[in-house]
């Protein structure tokens, strides 16, 4: 019997079975098919795109930079910028670097300018400290079980001077007011998601939501400081934030 998934216009996830998930979905090459913000359909498409781009602009005031883009799936960021930078895409799933290779190729980026690695963020990184102009995780904080040893080792590769674009996901969940259609029509649903901070009863064994407060805590525990911090969304209550950090 195929799994029930959630109609398209019903989650920023499309396709996502009602049964929890589990961390096997970063690696059996379920995920890409999980977590399609981008899709028509989407109800945070809009916000994501502008997300997108602003990491992409301010990336590029950076001329010729050494990028590393870690848990950057299927090259979304990380294939646009390596038009004009060096990009390592760093991420666990051999199947999404596949997807993003795939991308490049069809975008004309050489293997020069892309570099693929597949490598578990939160393990330590394999590459050398200060190594790397700018550093970028994107969706990536709200999967790890310990988000400030990741950003410790993001700090560790940045070389002098360098700066760390990553964002996390409210869990002030008011914003949710905003995207009806994110949970659809089902009271119970509603509650759960209320009461875990805006996150899917499907996704609540891979995602955890922060408040602003505790992102900022995680930063500073890894020794990084905030220089711009952007958010999408409502005004007071955004889904996402994005900041960029320097280390103290």
Not at 132 to 143: E, G, P, Q, W, Y
Not at 158 to 164: I, K, N, S
Not at 183 to 212: C, F, K, N, S, Y
Request: with cysteine.
């Amino acid at each position: 019997m195929p799994q029930s998934v959630r109609e398209l216009n019903t989650s920023d996830a499309v396709g996502v079975p009602r049964e929890p998930l589990a961390r096997t979905v970063f690696t059996d090459g379920r995920y890409p098919a999980l977590f399609r913000p981008d899709d028509a359909g989407s109800v945070f498409r809009g916000i994501y795109a502008a997300k997108r781009d602003d990491v992409l602009r301010i990336v590029d005031r950076t001329p010729r930079a050494r990028v590393l883009d870690l848990g950057g799936g299927m090259g979304r960021i990380a294939v646009p910028l390596a038009r004009t930078h060096a990009v390592t895409l760093g991420d666990i799933s051999a199947a999404m670097l596949s997807q993003a290779a795939s991308a490049a190729a069809a975008a004309g980026v050489t293997r020069e300018a892309l570099t693929l690695v597949e490598v578990d963020a939160a393990r330590t990184l394999p590459f050398a400290s200060a190594s790397f102009d700018v550093a970028i995780a994107i969706d990536l904080m709200v999967h790890l079980l310990d988000p400030v040893a990741t950003l410790r080792e993001l700090r560790r590769v940045l070389a002098p001077g360098g700066q760390l674009l990553v964002d996390i996901t409210n869990r002030h969940p008011q914003w949710m007011l905003r995207y009806p259609g994110y949970v659809g029509h089902h009271p119970r649903a509603w509650i759960r998601t209320w009461r875990a901070g805006g996150v899917l009863p499907e996704w609540r064994g891979i995602v955890r939501h922060h408040t602003r407060s505790e992102f900022h805590r995680m930063l500073a525990a890894a020794g990084l400081r905030i220089t711009e911090q952007r958010d999408y969304g409502p005004p007071l209550v955004p889904k996402w934030m994005l900041v960029c950090c320097e280390p103290a």
